[in-house]
């Protein structure tokens, strides 16, 4: 028997790259108002508040005037980048081209950035005033406490009756962001009818995405700040808003300064706020 036989065994690499599962991208930035591209540290979003109509009861009375009110909310762009290297002589030991894959890991480390700045803005304090240097924290009454339980049907029906008793446009669309677990207590609720259950599991099989007139997005990237209840959102889309300084770009070049080494680099600047607060409801949910 030979002991050196072992040289002689075949060694088989694969000629591509598995990226690990990740939340690809950004799943809110389709749910919020866009405001594109955006020149300046800030980008200001204004308001103008409802008005009430005068009953006309004299003939020849002079106009009257509504005095419309005004306000702006403020939000300041944020830059991220990414960046790794591969080295020049990395790439002779390997089968597979690594600039793809990374650039493909570094963009959707970049879209979950975005996320996390859509979520702060949904549940975090907006600023507003003409200069946005005025703290406006969600309001009690756009919040939802969470009653020692998960998420569930009731829950999702005060979320409702907030935004239409706020006179939110039922025409606009409504999105709701949760996690798996709010999943789970809507599937696992005893107030759900049998039409409600069954909606329910279609949504869990992906047969569907909508219950209640609202638009499901996972997340895992949800708070929990008190380490037991996690907080779900439920909004209209013109609630929020986000404004972009610079899109994702990548750019993939040589580093002299590391030795030739390859770098992929990924860069984007944005800023979210919340919009308005009447079409924005905070869900504290058990989590345990």
Same mark, same amino acid.
């Given at each position: 028997?030979?002991?050196s036989i072992?040289?002689?065994?075949v060694?088989?690499y694969?000629?591509?790259?598995? *990226? =690990?599962?990740q939340?690809?991208?950004?799943?809110?930035r389709?749910?919020?108002?866009?405001d %594109?591209d955006?020149?300046?540290k +800030?980008?200001?979003?204004?308001?103008?508040?409802?008005t009430a109509?005068v009953?006309n009861?004299t003939?020849h009375?002079?106009?009257?005037?509504?005095?419309?009110?005004?306000?702006?909310?403020?939000?300041?762009?944020?830059?991220y980048?990414w960046?790794?290297l591969?080295?020049?002589?990395d790439?002779?030991?390997?089968l597979?081209?690594m600039?793809?894959?990374y650039?493909?890991?570094?963009?959707?480390?970049?879209?979950r950035?975005?996320?996390d700045?859509?979520i702060?803005?949904?549940g975090?304090?907006a600023?507003e005033?003409?200069d946005g240097?005025?703290?406006?924290p969600?309001?009690?009454?756009q919040?939802i406490?969470?009653g020692?339980?998960?998420l569930?049907i009731?829950k999702?029906r005060?979320?409702?009756? *907030? =935004?239409?008793l706020?006179?939110v446009?039922p025409d606009?669309p409504?999105?709701?962001?949760? %996690?798996?677990?709010?999943v789970t +207590?809507?599937?696992?609720?005893t107030?759900?009818?049998s039409s409600?259950f069954?909606?329910?599991?279609?949504?869990?099989?992906g047969?569907?995405n909508?219950?209640?007139g609202?638009?499901?997005i996972?997340?895992?990237?949800?708070l929990k700040p008190n380490?037991?209840d996690?907080?779900?959102?439920v909004?209209a889309?013109?609630g929020v808003g986000l404004?972009i300084g610079q899109?994702?770009?990548t750019?993939i070049a040589?580093?002299?300064?590391?030795?030739n080494?390859?770098?992929v680099y990924?860069?984007q600047?944005?800023g979210?706020?919340?919009?308005?607060?009447?079409?924005v409801?905070?869900?504290?949910?058990l989590?345990?």
């Open positions: 028997m030979s002991f072992t040289t002689a065994f060694q088989q694969k000629g591509n790259v598995m *990226i =690990l599962s939340q690809k991208g950004s799943r809110l389709r749910a919020v108002r866009d %594109g955006i020149v300046g +800030n980008v200001y979003f204004d308001r103008i508040g409802a109509a009953k009861t003939r009375a002079d106009t009257p005037l509504s005095n419309t009110p005004h306000s702006r909310r403020r939000a300041s762009l944020v830059d980048d960046a790794d591969i080295d020049k002589l790439k002779v030991k390997m597979a081209s600039e793809s894959p650039a493909i890991n570094g963009g959707n480390a970049m879209g950035a975005m996320d700045e859509i702060d803005a949904l975090g304090n600023f005033g003409e240097s005025t703290i406006t969600l309001p009690a009454a919040k406490a969470v020692g339980a998960g569930t009731a999702l005060s979320a409702k009756e *907030i =935004l239409d706020s006179d446009d606009e409504r999105y709701i962001v949760l %996690g798996p677990k709010q +207590n809507l599937l696992a609720t107030e759900v009818t409600d069954n909606t329910v599991k279609a949504l869990v099989a047969q569907i909508a219950f209640m609202f638009e499901f996972l997340s895992n990237r949800l380490g037991t996690r907080l779900i959102y909004w889309k013109s404004g899109e994702m770009e750019d040589p580093r002299k300064d590391k030795r080494a390859t770098q990924i860069c600047s944005l979210a706020t919340r919009v308005e607060d009447a079409k409801v905070e869900i504290a949910c989590e345990t």
